[in-house]
């Protein structure tokens, strides 16, 4: 907090970034994650996968993604274990985006908003993921109460399943595709922040990492739109570095690269998954031009 109101989530995130480097791992407590981790598979397997994972990631990276549908599969008591890793993150300072794809007609986003991005919420992170797909307008609520919180926004423009280009890869009648119209809409979102010289909007897209040459084909101007990129796919997927600066070339700085089962197989020794994250961090060091302040 600061005295003109919350810090924003573009500097919350670009600090975590120089401080720890760009990688985000996923909290994916995928039910065959459970068993190889010797967890039963029900809300309380869930719950104790994730406090372990934040407790052996807390001074490695800066940035985790729960994902929300692992959670919400065991009803009231997986939400009550989602709501409790979040506040384990808001406690070891880790930065934290929820995956959770909301996405409704304006009115309901308000519903969504209060839940994900509300000042008192148990479920708010400090980001969500959204779906632009009943039209960007309709996640205004959502973005003017983040920006009010302090919080982020990711929104899906180009995602990492091959099925997604079916939507995103459509273009309008001049010829512009779905794909950079977000694009083009989180960049004007963003432009008073960075008017303001914010190193990074609160309105980041994702872009996956597997998505190879889309962005340039796509008409897709990352460089310009001012926000975080939240890039699934590295690891389990098949990305890695090559493809994360092939896609996102000229905009390597704002890349948030996203890990889960990669990284998450190597537990549940502590120490073996704190290793397996530093190792694919250091793989990205130099994404950022250079060491991160961790490094040093
Ligand atoms: O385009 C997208 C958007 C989100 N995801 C999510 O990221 C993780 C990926 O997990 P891995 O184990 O590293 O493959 C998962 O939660 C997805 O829902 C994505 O993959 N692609």
Redesign the pocket.
């Known amino acids: 907090m600061t005295a003109a109101g919350p810090e924003p989530f573009g500097r919350r995130l670009t600090a975590a970034m120089d401080r720890y480097g760009p990688l985000c791992v996923?909290i994916?407590p995928?039910t065959s994650l459970l068993a190889r981790w010797g967890l039963p598979e029900d809300a309380s397997g869930v719950r104790e996968f994730s406090l372990r994972t934040v407790e052996a990631l807390t001074g490695v990276v800066g940035v985790v993604?729960p994902?929300a549908?692992?959670f919400e599969q065991f009803g009231s008591a997986g939400v009550a274990a989602l709501e409790e890793t979040v506040a384990a993150c808001r406690a070891a300072g880790l930065v934290c985006v929820v995956?959770a794809?909301r996405g409704d007609i304006g009115s309901t986003m308000a519903g969504y908003a209060q839940a994900f991005v509300g000042k008192d919420s148990a479920l708010a992170g400090d980001a969500v993921?959204v779906t632009p797909y009943l039209g960007f307008g309709s996640l205004d609520p959502l973005i003017a109460d983040a920006r009010s919180t302090g919080r982020g926004v990711f929104v899906?423009a180009?995602?990492?399943?091959p099925e997604?280009a079916q939507v995103q890869h459509a273009r309008d009648r001049d010829g512009m595709s779905v794909a950079a119209q977000i694009a083009a809409s989180a960049a004007a979102a963003n432009a008073d922040e960075l008017a303001a010289g914010e190193p990074l909007g609160s309105v980041g897209l994702?872009?996956?990492a597997?998505v190879g040459s889309a962005p340039r084909d796509l008409g897709m101007d990352l460089a310009a739109v001012g926000g975080p990129m939240?890039a699934?796919?590295?690891?389990?997927?098949g990305a890695g570095i090559t493809e994360i600066r092939s896609v996102f070339a000229g905009a390597e700085r704002a890349v948030l690269p996203?890990?889960?089962?990669?990284?998450?197989s190597a537990g549940p020794d502590r120490e073996n998954l704190a290793d397996a994250a530093r190792r694919v961090q250091a793989g990205l060091q130099d994404l950022r031009g250079g060491r991160c302040d961790q490094q040093l």
């Open positions: 996923g994916d995928h993604k994902q549908a692992f995956d794809k993921t899906l180009l995602t990492s399943n997604g994702v872009v996956g597997t939240l699934p796919g590295l690891g389990a997927q996203s890990s889960s089962r990669e990284i998450l």
